[in-house]
């Protein structure tokens, strides 16, 4: 429980390579800023009072989805990490599912579903002759589809952190005579604020930048606006000033995840480091838990991929092949590994930095590297299309650089899930190590890593699901003809056709499955008392 | 039991990391593999590179005809238009890419507007009529589309169906419109429309179907869908989608009504080309642009299975069934003054809360 001191001066062979991370997530910001210099004076002007209303809208439209995502995830994180729900391995992989659908895609399906004159109006008219549905445009659709595309970032991190927390303090509390729900909420819940902050701001800063579902739901938000301006061509300098409205809206929201966070400092105080807690059993309630952890599931997983399904099955008798795109989805599954494998690498010195070298240029650098996430995908591609094709030279519009954008983009998420993780390990371990004569990137490797491996692979595999379904970088950025699968999707819903999206769309999940399951579904087997 | 745990971690992450470590391998070495396969071609003729804002399936077919032709090799990045365009601006003198096909003419004029197209020679220019071509003659245009009122054809004959954009704003259509207000083809439509009756009789209209409650879709595609299920029964899109639709969907029950005459909803849109001005292979990217409107390109576009827009050059004529391009009046707005209204266009969509 003890905080950790500020100790020593931190090594130079972790402050460059944090330094050098920090830079390269801060190239959209400088884009921006460079940009906004140039801009005319009129650009100024879209800040208005209709400009006010949409910053209000969007503000609320992320309160509400963190919202939403929390109440979802951290149960969800609770039921199969710490209980003896049944199938349990395989609700740990399927609930992570849901990531990699791409929003637009998931807004599309959920639309066809529940849309007007969608399949279930249809069912409904046929057997009771409903007319209408309630309204899915605006509020309603974009909560539901947003909260599907973001509910696994607080489930994944949450559940990392229950994997990775010292059960010994819920064991005192429980020898004490507290009871299931009063450990789960005096002591637990506590001690996750990290990773639901840390979820929560990846929720929130994704529901800042996403654009596919707030257009397709006509939601009126920041993002609607900055592409209207893009597209419009003669006059792009109103995108820029609404691109730094964005930043400070993120700024608004990492002040309260730290405030959210700050309340709680809990690392382990044992050496009990890989122990696993008890599972809760479930007794009477384990049915009806396997009932709320399958309508969930059919709501977030099931509903959007039978759509896919009945899209695909649609083509068959028109008598056209179904395509699969083999080799689109080895090129999205290398591209996104390599993006995962950079970026934890590459988070791991500044989340470091900040929680176990604590100064003020050092949180300041961590705290950084979030302020770019929240602008939408196009002007992240664009700023790197502008110092690519300047200082890239050979590299631009190659794979390098691909993967380069794939970590500026999605390195917050590698960070948020290992700071998560980090802010659980003791510092005196580390302590011990450097006291043993090992260098500081040694004692990173081989005792802080281990420690928080949980947090270490939740980031790799956020960021690899985030980098497989990103889609305006990897079309401006990645090498003529590699096709991904997030292109194939894009070119095939350019003309509606949903049968010939579906079946990317469904490879798409099926090639991010084995992955999951690898970094969280088997892990957590391994890991747990009731198979060791 | 602990200990088995915590070394069954490090082993998975070094697993991991020697897995990634081994793909990035693999990845660098197929990239320079990949290098090395564009160099040894660059050696035997020439590679053009282009950025193609229009889709894959639109144009691939044609293209691939080009290089068997021409034994020009050509390196395609398919985009957004307007991303491409922003691109194309971006990267400034350094782009490597020699020539931009671009969906509409509001993509080609902002980046001819930018300086980053180059003159076309006047022989390429002179094979489309003049309206449909920059003033400044740096791109040409390829291939048109017509504004038309789709209509669900379970629900509506043709003749029910109002002769003029004004007759829509009548009760009679309440919650049946469907239009595409963030696209470029449907603010390519308003700005003619201001051109031709004003902007206050333009805001009139906007503002009576506002009334009228419209319903607002992402793009052509999401209207026509739209129709096709009876979401609404009308909507204002480009002509050629509902023969995409038809491709994949035979049976959805939507069909096209042309607006022609004088009737501000008539209007002519064009998908284009120009030549990159910082280009190094302009004598080949000027072929290109000349195959694009050539008799077999132009057949292509025009009457493949799936495709109908209006041939612009090499006298093909248009899929049978469409009205002849000079029905419609709305070509006569010129396309190169469009583009200089958009930002005012959208300041008024802005107003009327179409965009907002």
Known sequence: ?532 | MNETTTRFGSRALALVAAAALAILAAGATAQAASQVGTGGVAAHGTTLTVYSGRDERFVKPILDQFTQRTGIRLQVRYGDSAALAATLIEEGSRSPADVFIAQDAGALGAVAGRGRLAVLPQRTLQRVAPRFRAPGKRWVGVSGRARVVAYNTESLRAVELPSSIWGYTHPRWKGKIGLPPTNASFQAFVSAMRMRVGNDRTRDWLLALKANDVKFFPNNSGVLQAIARREVEVGFVNHYYLYQLKESTPSAPVANHFLTGPDPGALINVAGAGVVSSSKRKAASVRLIDFLLGKDAQRFFSRSPGRAEYPLAAGVRPRTGLPALSRIEGARVNLGALGVRLPSTLQLLNEVGYTR
């Open chain 1, 1 to 532: 429980m003890s905080r950790p001191a500020a100790r020593g001066r931190a090594s130079l062979l972790l402050t460059a390579p944090a330094l050098l991370t920090a830079g390269a997530v801060l190239l959209p910001l400088a884009y921006l800023v460079v940009r906004s210099a140039t801009a005319g004076r009129d650009a100024w002007g879209v800040l208005d009072a209709a400009t006010g209303r949409l910053v209000l809208d969007t503000l609320l439209l992320v309160a509400i989805v963190v919202a939403v995502a929390a109440a979802v995830g951290v149960p969800l994180a609770w039921l199969v990490t710490r209980t003896d729900l049944p199938g349990r391995r395989v609700w740990a992989v399927a609930f992570a599912l849901p990531l990699v659908i791409p929003s637009y895609v998931a807004a599309l399906a959920l639309l066809g579903a529940l849309g007007p004159r969608g399949f279930l109006q249809e069912i409904l008219g046929r057997a009771f002759g409903v007319e209408r549905l309630p309204e899915i445009y605006g509020l309603p659709g974009s909560v539901l589809a947003l909260t599907l595309s973001t509910y696994p970032y607080v489930y994944l991190l949450v559940a990392a952190a229950l994997r990775d927390l010292d059960p010994a303090l819920e064991e005192a509390a429980r020898g004490l005579g507290r009871g299931g729900w009063h450990v789960f909420r005096s002591v637990t819940l506590p001690a996750l604020r990290p990773s639901i902050a840390a979820g929560g701001l990846l929720v929130g800063l994704y529901v800042l930048s996403d654009f596919g579902v707030v257009s397709l739901m006509q939601y009126p938000a920041l993002t609607r606006a900055i592409y209207l301006s893009y597209n419009a061509l003669f006059d792009r300098d109103p995108a820029v000033v609404l691109g730094l409205v964005l930043v400070a809206l993120t700024a608004l929201v990492l002040v309260a995840e730290s405030r959210f966070r700050r309340s709680a400092r809990y690392h382990r105080t044992t050496a009990s480091s890989a122990r696993r807690a008890a599972r809760v059993e479930l007794g009477r309630w384990r049915w009806p838990a396997v009932g709320a952890c399958s309508a969930l599931l059919a709501v977030f997983l099931l509903l959007p991929v039978s759509v896919l399904v009945y899209w695909t099955w649609q083509a068959v008798p028109l008598g056209r092949p179904i395509d699969v795109a083999w080799r689109a989805a080895f090129n999205s599954a290398l591209a996104a590994a390599l993006a995962a494998a950079v970026a934890v690498a590459a988070a791991l010195p500044v989340v470091y930095l900040a929680h176990h070298r604590p100064a003020w240029w050092t949180r300041l650098l961590e705290r950084a590297c979030f302020t770019a996430n929240a602008l939408p995908g196009i002007v992240v591609a664009l700023s790197l299309v502008f110092f690519g094709a300047r200082y890239g030279g050979v590299a631009y519009q190659t794979l390098a650089l691909l993967v380069f954008a794939y970590v500026v983009r999605f390195l917050p998420q590698a960070l948020a899930a290992s700071g998560a993780a980090l802010q659980t390990v003791n510092p005196r371990y580390e302590e011990a190590a450097r006291g043993l004569g090992r260098g500081p990137l040694t004692t990173l490797a081989l005792v802080t890593a281990p420690l928080v491996r949980s947090g270490l692979l939740a980031g790799a595999a956020l960021v690899f699901l985030s980098a497989l379904k990103e889609l305006p970088a990897t079309l401006l950025l990645r090498p003529i003809g590699f096709d991904t699968l997030a292109t194939e999707i894009w070119q095939a819903t350019a003309f509606a056709d949903f049968s010939a999206a579906a079946p990317s769309a469904l490879l798409l999940i099926a090639v991010s499955a084995p992955y999951v399951y690898l970094l969280v579904g088997r892990h957590g087997r391994l890991g747990g008392p009731s198979a060791g």
